[in-house]
């Protein structure tokens, strides 16, 4: 494995930024990527950036939209990992979609797994290890003969309309209990 090829951000001066402070460092930080990007492929339009990802996903390359969107929440929550891992992941794919037959590439596929060992000097990880809690409330509870499981608005709205889930564990139908104790450990 290689050294990392991106410098490794100073973890308590990330740990003393506000909000806009963290944004520009974001910035930053895919620059200096799409930058050490532009030696492999010189014609690599810089990407935009977003903060406005929400969910379990940390970071997403938006081809269509132009861009690099990120997880506000899991950024503030994890800032040093993500600076680390997150933002080279996705420029990872941002630049193989953009190479010769990179439309056809797997997304976690070879080109992209290369790109991270040999480009960024990382283990390709194809997910992340952060906590999910504070950015991916799930507010709606059902009950099996386990447990209790939180679903998603949406999920919950799929479920309204009359699609059924079952529990991992115990194999049964998952019933929708809107007074649940769970609710209240938030």
Known sequence: MNR??????????LAALGRDELARV???????????????????PMPRVWLDLRG????QAH???GGLRFNPVLYTE???????EVVPHEMAHWLVHHLKDGRQAK??????????????????RTTHRFDTGRASPAP?????????????????????QGRRYRCRKCA???????????ENVR
């Not at 997304?107 to 390709?124: D, I, N």
């Not at 998952?174 to 104790?181: D, I, K, M, T």
């Open 107 to 124: 997304p976690h596929g070879r080109e992209w797994q290369t790109v991270m060992r040999r480009l960024f000097g990382l283990a390709p």
């Open 56 to 59: 379990q996903c940390a970071g």
């Open 26 to 44: 974001l910035d930053q930080r895919v620059e200096a990527a799409w930058e050490l990007c532009r030696e492999v492929h010189p014609d690599l």
């Open 140 to 160: 709606h509870r059902y009950v099996c003969g386990c447990g209790e499981h939180g679903f998603t608005p949406r999920r919950h709205a799929l479920a309204s």
């Open 4 to 13: 990392a090829a991106l410098p490794h951000p100073d973890p308590e001066a």
């Open 63 to 65: 081809f269509g939209r």
């Open 78 to 84: 994890n800032r040093l990992d993500f600076l680390v």
């Open 172 to 182: 049964q139908t998952l019933v929708y209990h809107p007074g649940s104790a769970f």
